[in-house]
């Protein structure tokens, strides 16, 4: 069976990728403002990743406001961000050939009572899944520790894609953290896999917090925080 271990050398790499999208998302919570659209701050983190290390982005970069995260594959529109919303940012930078894959959600203004309950599960889903992204847990059993987790909070059913992927030369590799995949697949030291769940709550919110993990020593690749930061 085929393993998709990575080498120290595509470790590296990675790790690289993620430290230029970990200063990204620094520098874009300092640039966003009021009134500023969708597609604005997406062509912001491009040029970021473009002039500060990156030879391109892995994916096109989704920004969502308010009722645009509830699309996980949100396209940035012309829409222009308001105060009291919830903004969804998922992006990603290849370094020599390497991606990164990173999503946050954040608060522009103050946000309601039940949108930081939905980011509160999926911060607790999160948490969990890293914790148990260990050699020798399937990758079926893996998203259901995250899955558990949100159906128990009683929102199961919006949680519509699957724990993680594995990461690399492309963004989306084997092995799939999903309760489709077989169960004699499971997680082996330096396989790089992503751990995102999500609610997704259409016409009114929705929440994703991602990070890449390296299974064994090396662990999650970003230093950025989880917990909800507010902006603006």
Request: glycine share 12%.
């Amino acid at each position: 069976m085929e393993t998709f271990v990575k080498t120290q050398r595509q470790i590296s790499c990675m790790k690289r990728a993620a430290q230029i999208i970990d200063n990204a998302y620094d520098a874009l919570l300092g640039f966003v403002r009021e009134g500023m659209t969708e597609r604005e701050l997406a062509a912001f983190i491009e040029g970021f990743v473009r002039g500060n290390g990156g030879s391109g982005l892995s994916f096109d970069t989704i920004v969502a406001f308010g009722a645009g995260g509830a699309e996980p594959h949100h396209v940035p529109t012309d829409k222009k961000l308001e105060k009291g919303v919830l903004v969804t940012v998922d992006m990603g930078a290849v370094y020599d050939g390497f991606c990164s894959d990173f999503t946050r959600t954040f608060a522009f203004g103050e946000v309601g009572e039940k949108q930081r309950e939905i980011y509160r599960i999926v911060y607790e889903a999160q948490k969990l899944g890293v914790a148990a992204a260990k050699k020798g847990i399937s990758c079926c059993n893996l998203d259901s520790v995250c899955r558990d987790y949100i159906e128990k909070c009683g929102y199961g059913e919006f949680f519509i894609h699957t724990t993680g992927h594995g990461v690399g030369e492309l963004i989306h590799e084997p092995p799939t953290i999903g309760r489709k995949t077989p169960p004699e697949v499971a997680l082996e030291d330096n396989m790089v896999i992503t751990i995102e769940p999500g609610i997704y709550i259409t016409g009114e919110m929705g929440v994703r917090i991602e990070d890449m993990v390296v299974v064994g020593r090396e662990g999650v690749l970003s230093r950025i925080p989880t917990e909800l930061v507010v902006v603006g």
